[in-house]
């Protein structure tokens, strides 16, 4: 009798959330999803939720000489959707350097290159007579024969392209230093809500790739150290004694080692000095493969033990750079730190690798950082943020290209909590305050408040920007504030137990804090996301009587913020009231906040902290 009453209560409960849950906006195709059963009302992945996935093997040849890539590669393609295709679509995100390809941002000559040159193409051992000199960065291929439901295809390819002189995500730093990313042509992704991603590459936005399989050798000359994602196979096929000795050592010690010194570079005693080396690299279950290769930068390393592995931690960098010097440091705390605190969630991979270059971009388990040597703090957070997409995107296989702010918000409120850790409290909120939030409260204009759940892909300039790092980052903050630490964590870790390796969308980050608090967030949901609000709070009114004092407080701005309530008492003395977003759950245009003082208050002030206000001028009042 108890247990069906237990079940009747669960029915109840898992009834109503669903019926809350269905209160937000949801696009039409998001809804087919939930009818199709592949995604869940809960957050959790649906019953018949499915994901394609790759198993690539390439050989990649860099010709620093001619500056071409070239490579063949063979992909065991899985359909793991109901449906079967009758075409694939090829990406190659680097096509966006040719000529004709749609840009949102200015280039220079140096940029532009001819593109993808595809020699051959099979499919099934079917050839494919492809001209790619028409191929942007996302191409169909109609196929001769479809590729069923629950079938493994397998696609091969040869090809080469011109790397680019102009380095940013990509391309060559310097004359002998070169980051190859988004370096070979690769299936899109074909989900469960959109079908084929046909979205080009315009070069601001991010990425969306499938969740693969990598055993990727790279054949570079001799004296030119490789770095790629993944573990290095074979360093006793490419290393010469000394530095071999060196690199096993760092795989196994919390000692920062200089692998490769400028000396050791500058004297061929590096790599072995056959005419060619190839770099074997393995990787598993990630979004995504790079590497990079020089022929005089340092190399350091060292490792750093979590709970259940030691990781490998390495920095390749120009000599005598004094930020990079600190980084292999830097990259072992930041791995410890955002393990053991925030998201809270183990290192998830065996290796991490900072490259000194120009994007300040990550990669699964590298990162490519501008050097900023005189401002140590900048360039230590450069380096937790981007170290911090180990787990959004890469953990979690978030869209970056549509929904940027399910990474880059994250990452920044991530950049945030580490930061103060390191640098203390009040340091870090100005910091964040001054190169994060400032730049967006201060600016009116109306691509500042376009709601949150809009298409990342359909935003511009610092529209596009605010939205995906400094509003995001907010919202996390804000609901962390309203939750509690330990409640924000559970449901974070409910989230991310929900959809590591997987495809989440927002809708499933919101019903999975649904779910995993307990509660019907929507409200927060709807005023963070799905609104066009700012943060505006304004002190209209204040009445004292004897020790009571009354605060009429309106929310301009409208967005669900906490702030803090600074009585000064005419002694001087101050006392900070802390209110949680909470406050606005029941009204968020204003609220009657009655005090208890403890002597006569002389002023009044609103303080936001971080949640900058966008006209601070009436958060104070004296009486």
């Known amino acids: 009798m108890k247990l069906k009453v237990l079940f009747s209560l669960v029915y109840v409960l898992t009834f109503s959330m669903l019926v809350h849950a269905q209160e937000l906006y949801t696009p039409r195709h998001i809804k087919q999803a939930y009818q199709n059963e592949t995604r869940s009302l809960t957050g959790a992945p649906g019953a018949k939720y499915w994901q394609n996935k790759g198993r690539y093997d390439m050989q990649i040849t860099v010709d620093p000489v001619t500056k071409v890539v070239s490579g063949k590669e063979r992909i065991l393609y899985e359909n793991n959707s109901p449906n079967r295709l009758n075409e694939l679509v090829i990406s190659f995100v680097n096509n966006v350097h040719k000529p004709t390809a749609a840009?949102?941002?200015?280039?220079?000559?140096?940029?532009?290159?001819?593109?993808?040159?595809?020699?051959?193409?099979?499919?099934?051992?079917?050839?494919?007579?492809?001209?790619?000199?028409?191929?942007?960065?996302?191409?169909?291929?109609?196929?001769?024969?479809?590729?069923?439901?629950?079938?493994?295809?397998?696609?091969?390819?040869?090809?080469?392209?011109?790397?680019?002189?102009?380095?940013?995500?990509?391309?060559?730093?310097?004359s002998g230093t070169y980051y190859c990313a988004y370096a070979y042509p690769r299936i899109a992704v074909y989900d469960d809500y959109n079908g084929w991603d046909m979205l080009e590459h315009n070069g601001r936005q991010e990425f969306y790739h499938d969740f693969n399989d990598y055993q990727v050798d790279i054949r570079v000359p001799k004296n030119y150290v490789v770095w790629g994602t993944g573990k290095l196979l074979n360093p006793e096929e490419v290393l010469q004694t000394e530095v071999l000795g060196r690199f096993n050592k760092s795989l196994i010690s919390d000692e920062v080692i200089p692998v490769a010194t400028l000396h050791d570079m500058q004297e061929q005693k590096v790599t072995k000095q056959q005419e060619w080396n190839t770099w074997s690299f393995n990787a598993g279950h990630i979004t995504d493969f790079c590497f990079a290769l020089s022929n005089h930068?340092?190399?350091?390393?060292?490792?750093?033990?979590?709970?259940?592995?030691?990781?490998?931690?390495q920095a390749a960098y120009l000599s005598g750079t004094k930020d990079f010097e600190q980084y292999v440091g830097w990259e072992r705390y930041c791995i410890d730190w955002f393990s053991k605190n925030w998201p809270g969630v183990e290192y998830p991979f065996p290796t991490m690798t900072a490259v000194q270059g120009f994007a300040d971009m990550e990669y699964p388990m590298m990162v490519n950082d501008s050097s900023v040597p005189d401002n140590f703090m900048d360039a230590r957070q450069t380096v937790d943020h981007e170290i911090a997409h180990t787990y959004f995107p890469f953990y979690m296989g978030t869209n970056e290209t549509r929904y940027a702010f399910m990474d880059e918000g994250w990452a920044t409120a991530f950049e945030l909590l580490i930061g103060m850790d390191e640098n203390g409290e009040e340091a870090a909120k100005k910091l964040f305050k001054e190169f994060r939030v400032e730049g967006w409260i201060k600016e009116p204009s109306t691509e500042q408040d376009q709601p949150l759940i809009s298409l990342s892909s359909q935003l511009s300039g610092k529209g596009y920007g605010n939205n995906a790092y400094i509003k995001s980052a907010l919202s996390y903050l804000a609901l962390k504030d309203y939750l509690g630490d330990v409640p924000f964590k559970k449901a974070l870790h409910h989230y991310m137990d929900n959809w590591h390796g997987k495809h989440p969308m927002p809708w499933d980050y919101f019903y999975s804090f649904n779910a995993g608090t307990g509660l019907n967030l929507n409200w927060?949901?709807?005023?963070?996301y799905f609104s066009n609000h700012y943060i505006d709070l304004k002190l209209a009114k204040v009445e004292q009587k004897n020790k009571t004092i009354t605060l009429e407080i309106e929310n301009?701005?409208?967005?669900?913020?906490?702030?803090?309530?600074?009585?000064?008492?005419?002694?001087?003395?101050?006392?900070?009231?802390?209110?949680?977003?909470?406050?606005?759950?029941?009204?968020?245009?204003?609220?009657?906040?009655k005090l208890k003082s403890k002597a006569q208050v002389k002023e009044v002030f609103l303080d936001n902290d971080i949640f900058m206000d966008y006209t601070s001028d009436d958060n104070r009042m004296i009486l």
Do not use: C
Not at 108 to 124: E, Q, W, Y
Not at 301 to 312: C, F, G
Not at 572 to 582: R, S
């Open 103 to 174: 840009r949102a941002l200015g280039v220079s000559a140096d940029f532009i290159t001819s593109g993808l040159k595809l020699r051959s193409l099979k499919v099934n051992d079917k050839i494919y007579e492809i001209d790619s000199q028409d191929w942007t960065t996302v191409n169909r291929v109609k196929l001769k024969e479809d590729i069923s439901s629950l079938a493994v295809a397998t696609v091969e390819m040869d090809w080469e392209y011109p790397l680019s002189l102009a380095s940013d995500r990509e391309g060559q730093i310097d």
């Open 556 to 593: 301009i701005g409208g967005f669900a913020i906490p702030f803090d309530v600074i009585l000064t008492y005419v002694d001087g003395k101050k006392e900070k009231i802390h209110f949680t977003p909470q406050i606005w759950e029941k009204n968020e245009a204003s609220t009657v906040l």
């Open 524 to 528: 927060f949901w709807k005023n963070w």
């Open 297 to 313: 930068y340092v190399w350091d390393a060292s490792s750093v033990q979590l709970a259940t592995k030691r990781v490998s931690v």
